[in-house]
């Protein structure tokens, strides 16, 4: 009997230890955290494990969720019970149909290929929101007469008593322009530029807040004040203003749950009050912001408030069907930054530097007598005698304005404007202007930071940190061109373009879900994509705006490339309608000549132009219908490996045949029997090569023609924002890594690296933004914080450190850094579905040195570069090629490899350079 206790105790402290070693964590629904609002009926739900040893893989899981965080059995909607699979990401929830306004509580836990079963996780939540337009029970108010540009933002509020105990309080949210909701005198949420910016004719999304705990047991109040935003304020050219409508109005309703079970509803309607003679005078998103405090409604949003002059909100008739709960990630104040110096100019400017290109607006802190005006302009440099420099902004003011109450210290920041910047210039300042006085405050969409990239060249570092400032400044809610113009637009090249980068640097898997929507909703009938989206070029209606190759293709891309980073194949289905609807609509305008004329407006945009007096060196021109015809097969060939992924045999069969059919057209017109490719340009063989577009016999001889190219240029570029995106990619995949490392390491114009030479904190619009003599580019085009050519990134991460998916999602990974000669070192970590990759690698005392770690879940092929088997060792033992875990020679351009398949876990391995 003693034994048998024994025996029971042991097992129980064994089966303790193991589900100690095997571990859940990082849930999430939608690929959110614990999102509120969700309008999914079965939403998708995804984990991490955690697990210690090597080779772990998930072979089973279990699912319970419930409407209590007990899991009680009566409240459970759906228990999976133990499901024999891997699958750890997007796993549909396939219970009970989900109700309207429910918190959903959710766990998981594993079994894995050791015999170990984990814990159940911490409990996660998803809250369904409306579930459809009809649930909405307010009434559109907005005030009378208010249509005039640069109007004072309205103002709206609503007393309420609560005589019961609360038990949960949702408001549900969204407005005509911006908006910021207040209750009790408090901000409700932290979210900015709230609803976001969609094609809000057809698709405006609202939010969710929990405000349970702002409820007062008695009098309540709650209120709105609005902006202009994309929806009224100015938007690209031509004095361009009020696209999708000249009166601003909100759209709200509150429902108040009691802990006797019955429910109460605020909504917005004729019973509100209003008024636009507050204290924000004029708010634009391209012009800035006037804020009178001497008009400040201080009290307005708290209950006893005096409102007998306001006027009676009017109702609006507008269709709710366009109304769409939020799917990307909300825009936040993400960080602060103190101005690293205040000087004057020559000229006598009083200015801040904050030391970054940075994206948002200052913070001013400021006492001084009542009436006194502080102006605060934005700029992102300064000229080559110190001054001030505006003129790259356009028609964009950019200008804070702000009128002083008087009295105590007073605090201002803007609400419904941003600015792109590292300088400002304040006038009107009383008193002396310090540090104190300024903070930076830096919005972005809050997208969770996945990845970094270090390396042993500082410039290098510089460049990813650019890079990553570039991105963060230029998704606000969109991928925008650039923050700080009158422009702040969705270009699609960009976004195509640097898609794959952003992907590394942070989780943009909501952010494109949502964007992506846009596309296919401002798509036109025959298939057209506008070159931005939004799209705010067309008048809402007239359908003028003209599509381009490398530009439009986004649609095709962009998709594609989520697919492959996040294995989500729900949106690639989802999008799959606007692809085909794209390269439909090229197909259509190349007929049967399959040559796309006239396909391309932008061409390579921004290519490189030699300085006017070298009348020797050839530009970087590519000729337009080249561009048009290479982007046509590459989207065809995108679309028919779509169409593999979701099962559309016909269509990969039939866009298979027609990329093969343009490909021998694109090799009869455009590529000699010498291998010469167009018009001889760089981007000519970048993309012949990137797409598959030249005969097997002749792609070691395009290669070396582009080589020979960048040599006569001294290895320098002379791409744009298409051909620079592949570049480095072809001439590793060529053989021609050091090439490439050439190219990324050069520091003189045009390269990556000349920006950073040169002071640049984000990423230019051009190559030569500012000159070497310190003047500047064209005043017309100038932006400092451009992110396109920060696409360089995704050579960094997958080449250079070596991180690569084989599957879809990163399920199974290659790992195979290249090492070059001219760094000591270079390390990638990105924070793929299923956990941190890392990989590096070092040059040390005659030795490579390659660190990998592979996360729980997945497994990944090591090829380690090079082909000397019997000196490798793999912590710290020697391994041979016939090792059961080793695969054999990998053969590539740059010669022989050595390949290892590996599961999850960390490994060192070493071999003499």
């Not at 708290?302 to 109702?315: H, Q």
Request: with cysteine; aromatic share 12%; hydrophobic share 35%.
């Amino acid at each position: 009997m003693n034994e048998l206790r024994l025996f029971i105790i042991l097992t129980l402290i064994s089966a303790n230890v193991f589900s100690q070693d095997l571990s859940v964590y990082d849930l999430s629904c939608e690929h959110k955290k614990n999102p509120l609002g969700v309008d999914v009926l079965n939403p998708r739900l995804s984990w991490k494990i955690n697990a210690s040893g090597n080779d772990v893989m998930q072979i089973a899981y279990s699912v319970r969720v419930a409407t209590d965080p007990g899991f009680s059995a009566s409240r459970t909607t759906w228990n999976s019970g133990k499901v024999m699979s891997d699958e750890s990401v997007l796993v549909a929830y396939k219970g009970t149909e989900p109700k309207a306004y429910q918190r959903y509580y959710w766990q998981v836990k594993v079994w894995d290929n050791k015999g170990r079963e984990s814990k159940w996780s911490e409990p996660a939540y998803w809250e369904t929101g409306l579930l459809g337009p009809s649930a909405w029970k307010a009434k559109w108010i907005e005030l009378q007469g208010d249509t005039n540009r640069y109007s004072p933002s309205p103002h709206f509020r609503k007393e309420f008593s609560v005589s019961k105990r609360v038990v949960s309080a949702r408001a549900h949210v969204t407005s005509h322009g911006f908006y910021e909701l207040y209750l009790n005198g408090k901000k409700v949420g932290d979210q900015i530029f709230t609803p976001g910016w969609t094609s809000y004719l057809k698709r405006l999304q609202y939010q969710v807040y929990d405000i349970t705990s702002m409820i007062n047991n008695g009098d309540n109040a709650v209120g709105a004040v609005l902006g202009d935003g994309w929806y009224r304020g100015t938007l690209a050219w031509d004095n361009n203003w009020a696209i999708y409508g000249k009166r601003l109005g909100l759209l709200l309703q509150i429902r108040i749950v009691f802990a006797d079970g019955t429910e109460s509803w605020i909504l917005s309607d004729e019973s509100w009050k209003g008024s636009n003679d507050g204290a924000i005078r004029m708010n634009d998103i391209y012009n800035g912001e006037t804020y009178d405090a001497t008009k400040k409604l201080t009290g307005w949003d708290k209950p006893g408030y005096d409102e007998s002059k306001w006027l009676t909100a009017r109702t609006g008739n507008y269709t709710n069907n366009n109304i769409i709960a939020s799917e990307g990630e909300a825009v936040r104040k993400i960080k602060e930054i103190k101005p690293v110096k205040i000087f004057r100019t020559p000229k006598g400017s009083l200015v801040a530097d904050m030391g970054q290109n940075m994206v948002g607006w200052v913070r001013l802190k400021v006492k001084g007598p009542r009436g006194t005006v502080v102006t605060i302009r934005h700029a992102e440099v300064l000229d080559k005698y110190g001054e001030f420099y505006t003129e790259n902004l356009r028609s964009a003011k950019a200008t804070l304005t702000y009128t002083l109450n008087g009295g105590d210290e007073e605090v201002y920041e803007p609400r419904f404007s941003f600015f792109g910047f590292r300088f400002v210039e304040v006038n009107g300042f009383p008193g002396t202007l310090t540090t104190d006085n300024l903070t930076g405050i830096v919005i972005h969409s809050d997208m969770r930071i996945t990845g970094s990239f270090e390396c042993s060249n500082p410039l290098l570092n510089q460049l990813q940190h650019n890079i990553v400032w570039g991105q963060q400044g230029n998704f606000v809610d969109v991928p925008t061109d650039c923050p700080q113009r009158d422009e702040r637009l969705g270009w699609t090249g960009d976004a195509q373009a640097f898609c794959r980068t952003a992907a590394f640097n942070y989780d943009v898997s909501a952010f494109f879900t949502k964007w992506l929507k846009d596309i296919a909703a401002d798509q036109r009938p025959a298939g057209e994509i506008p070159v931005v989206i939004p799209d705010v070029l067309d008048k809402q209606g007239s359908q003028t705006a003209s599509a381009s190759a490398g530009w439009g293709d986004v649609a095709v891309i962009a998709p594609w490339t989520m697919y492959l980073v996040y294995g989500d194949k729900k949106l690639l289905e989802t999008q799959y309608p606007s692809m085909k609807a794209w390269v439909e609509y090229i197909r259509k305008k190349a007929g049967e000549s399959m040559i796309w004329e006239g396909g391309s407006i932008y061409g390579d945009w921004l290519f490189y132009h030699p300085p006017v007096n070298n009348h020797t060196e050839p530009d970087g021109f590519t000729e337009h219908d080249f561009i048009a015809t290479a982007f046509y097969a590459y989207s065809t060939d995108l679309l028919a490996k779509a169409a593999h992924e979701l099962g559309k045999a016909e269509d990969e069969l039939f866009y298979t045949r027609l990329f093969n059919q343009i490909k021998q057209v694109f090799i009869n017109e455009y590529i000699t029997p010498a291998g010469r490719v167009g018009t001889d340009s760089q981007t000519c063989y970048v993309l012949a090569l990137k797409f598959n577009l030249l005969p097997e016999n002749l792609r070691q001889k395009a290669a070396e023609f582009l080589v020979e190219d960048i040599k006569s240029r001294r290895n320098h570029l002379s791409t744009g924002f298409l051909g620079t995106v592949f570049l480095c990619h072809v001439l590793s995949a060529e053989g021609y890594s050091n090439v490439a490392y050439d190219l990324l390491l050069q520091e003189t114009y045009p390269s990556w690296l000349y920006p950073v030479r040169m002071g640049a904190t984000t990423i230019w619009e051009r190559w030569d933004g500012q000159k070497t003599d310190s003047t500047f580019q064209d005043a017309g085009m100038n932006s400092f914080n451009h992110y396109a050519y920060g696409a360089i990134g995704d050579w960094m991460y997958r080449v250079s450190a070596g991180i690569e998916e084989i599957r879809p999602g990163y399920k199974e990974i290659r790992i195979q850094p290249h090492p070059a000669k001219r760094l000591d070192y270079a390390k990638a970590t990105f924070e793929s579905p299923y956990g941190t990759i890392a990989s590096g690698w070092e040059r040390k005392e005659g030795k490579i040195i390659v660190k990998v770690r592979i996360p729980a879940n997945s497994n990944a092929t090591i090829v380690i570069p090079t082909a000397n088997q019997d000196k490798i060792t793999e912590n710290g033992l020697p391994v041979k090629v016939n090792d059961k875990k080793a695969i054999m020679t990998v053969k590539t351009r740059e010669g022989e490899s050595i390949g290892f398949v590996r599961g999850s876990g960390e490994y060192t391995f070493e071999f003499p350079e």
